[in-house]
């Protein structure tokens, strides 16, 4: 039998142990940094009323007796809480109040599953009492008016273009609306609360 010099053996054991101990992603494409995640740079809760529109009958609202595409429309104002920490653009300063008028459009809604898409056009009240606007989409999936109605979208144009909106409604008048959701003319007028949160990298 063929004997080996004790220092090959020596150094054979070394690289099984350094091949034992190297991880199994060394050198492999995947092993990237992962990306930056998204932090919420504004948070703000408004409130505000609104309207559900028959696109075929104006005198009628959304309902839970037969889907209907329904138009739109509303208006809401409340506090806002700045947590950015690179206020430039704002001139360094904070944004306490988000005004926002929305439109958007309901397609075979029910009181019970709405889906739809919006658009919001702000006005961004800085602490010198000044003012930014942007606008924003939101993509509603399966909002139910009777516990809440998520959604998400992005600001495509003025301050903060290109970060991430998230939206979650509640609709308060949980009687009223119910009653109103039963009938034929439908829910038309409401009132609304929203926590609106953008997301910057």
């Not at 920490?85 to 599953?113: E, M, N, P, Q």
Request: hydrophobic share 40%; charged share 10%.
């Amino acid at each position: 039998m063929l004997s080996l010099p004790r220092s090959i053996l020596s150094l054979s054991a070394c690289a099984m142990l350094l091949t034992a101990v190297t991880p199994a992603y060394a050198g492999s494409r995947d092993a990237r940094p992962a990306a930056p995640s998204a932090l919420t740079a504004v948070t703000c809760t408004i409130a505000g009323t609104g309207r559900f529109t028959n696109t075929t009958n104006g005198s009628q609202g959304v309902t839970n007796l037969v889907p209907r595409d329904v138009d739109v429309t509303g208006t809401a104002e409340g506090s806002c809480l700045d947590l950015r920490i690179d206020r430039s653009a704002t001139g360094g300063h904070a944004i306490v109040k988000r005004s926002v008028s929305i439109t958007g459009h309901l397609t075979d809604a029910t009181c019970l599953v709405a889906s739809g898409h919006y658009t919001a056009t702000t006005a961004w009240t800085l602490d010198d009492n000044t003012t930014v606007t942007s606008s924003n989409t939101i993509d509603v999936v399966a909002g139910n008016f009777f516990e809440q109605v998520p959604g998400a979208g992005t600001v495509t144009s003025g301050l903060f273009a290109g970060a991430v909106v998230e939206n979650n409604t509640i609709y308060p008048d949980l009687l009223q609306n119910a009653a109103a959701c039963a009938t034929t003319a439908g829910l038309r007028s409401y009132d609304f609360a929203t926590e609106v949160n953008v997301l910057q990298v």
